[in-house]
């Protein structure tokens, strides 16, 4: 998107803010990310301090990921990394692409909606920690920034590409003190060159141009690895990478032109690099070692930018992260496409001779539509060509792919596309397609960074694929244990709610059920059967028969009978459980435990409560012969109106949180809410231990009964 829509003037406010936020919190460098309109990316609009071509893998960046950017954002509060070993314990995604030493903080940017998020970066110098005077300089530099977005005269929207933001500092007229700074760099016998923050020569002496080859004219203004041909190398970009990062000096030999060396040394400033080159004083042979150079945080091969490198080292953590077919597609979506400047993805695989479409990101509906299923000797587009033959496939413009496909480009209104076939062991998982929105030249190198990356997906869509097909497989035999619907019981209302874990876990052995014994009684069990696997789920389908069989018998008698059945079968697995005998006429409710949390009773009247039954629980089943086993039952009162909660652990179990306090919690919550109607109470209790967890660990059982 442009910033047409943007006025001018919110841009320069913007601009001065940022710039003299560094000043004031004593960060190298800042930027300012937005939220997107249109979707859940939070994107790079402006940057003051760094190079934003070093910051192109970070550009756009999902607010899902897992991030310090993305936390701060989710969680609305000032995210700290003081070392880079931080970063690698708390953010391995983000660590694997930023090899770099130096301090991050990310403060939210909340005004009057929530806009993005305040990125500064120190130098590696800095201590590990904020002072307190420090935290509320980023945090009042935030509000500063919320003010200029709130207060602009214009809907803002994101640029395609950061915006860079000089660093105003006062100081003397340059004008003044410009033509002895020449003279004297002129008479130095090295090499000496200036470079602005985002890489581009802007001083060189007349010894730095001897050395490199080219006059200072055509130098000027240019990045010294695209102007001169033997610095050309990933050694150079990175060490440059780091000086600015860092903030410290770096020195190192490199090899030029001639089997000439020269030690290179870069001396990092708030407003650029400094850089001096002279010939090594070390004669190279054949035989000696290399020299020794600074160590650098990463020395990537040749034949790729160490841009591109930290790039697929970020892609490569983001996607070792995915479980589900879907978590690769929005791993790719949300990361890839903004990394490589692409507006459009689709992800295809082979399904019985025909071309079928399992992820996609920017195409029309009905332009998917269209190519799905199509057959696989197709010529309307080269995917099936790439998948027989797994050799990419690149169209730098619409008149490429005219000739061998005329209907292409028509069909997807693209200009250039990338075709990469994902094999895994010479076996065709799919084919990886990249679009964009203009033509586009694929050079040596993009090829051989977008082949590696195919590389990358293809191994993560193995494992999905692998994990879907066995997730799919455990959720349809576990769905088909559970009862379908539950049994009308005069005299009692009653609403089930099951939610499997979310991604990365298995299908678990969670289950309830109701049985009605009679006009005025009925059966009520919960239960959970460990681990989380096919075979919990198949156990659970056995444990709900032994019940079925003997309900209607003491509380204790059924888990004893059901415990024995279990031991016959010398499962490794463990089942806790709990069943309620509810008679209606005598208002009377008999209960028994095997090792289950306790049901939540809420009780009407003048003074409404809610209280967790006290059970004296028995042994879980199928942890003791069927001789030791002994199954307390317990007995209290069922007034009319008043309500049961069973549930599993999977409603009450949070990380650093003792199982009490939750049930206390939810005790308090179903007290809080018991007049709602039960489906909406259930799903409001779902919804509200959802919103205290990043993620569910466990499956969810819960079953609401009540007396009429």
Known sequence: MGDDGVASAGWVSLERVLSGTVQRTGAVAAGVYLLSPDEPVLAL???CGLPAKTLAPWWRVAVSAAGPLSEAVREDRLVWVGRQEDMARLYPNAAAGLPYQFALAFAPLNGTRRWGALALVWSDSHPPSLTRRERGHVLSSANRITRVLDGAPAVWSVPEEPRAVPLRRSGPDPTQTGLAADDLLQRLPVGALGFDLQGRITYLNDAAARMLGRSADSLLGTLPWQAVPWLDAPVHEDHYRAAVFGRESVAYTAPGPSDRWFDIRLYPGDSGISAFISPSLRERTPDAPPPRVTPAPYTPPRGAGTGRIHQLMHLAAALSQTVTVA????????QILPAFGAQGMVVSAADAGRLRIIGHRGYDPRTIARLDGLPLNTDITPVGRVLDSGVPAFYAAPAEMTVAHPQAPALSGK??????PLLVSDRRVGCCILSYDRPRRFGAGDRAVLVSLAGLIAQAMDRALLYDAKHDLAHGL????????????????????YLPATHGIDIGGDFYDLIRLGDASAAAVIGDVQGHNIKAAALMGQVRTAVHATAGAAPGDVLARTNRVLTDLETELFVSCVYLHIDLAERRLHLASAGHPPPLLHRTGPAPHTVALEVEPGPLLGIQPCTAADYPVTTTDLPPGSLLALYTDGLVETPDTDLTHSIAALTRRLTQDAGRPLDELAEHLLHHHAALRHTRTDDTALLLLRSR
């Open 45 to 47: 609009t402006t940057v």
């Open 478 to 497: 576990q769905q088909a244990l559970l009862p379908v619907a539950l049994p009308p019981v005069p005299g009692l209302d009653v609403t089930a709610r």
């Open 415 to 420: 200009q250039a596309w990338a075709f990469l």
């Open 327 to 334: 978590d690769v597609i929005d791993a790719v979506a949300d």
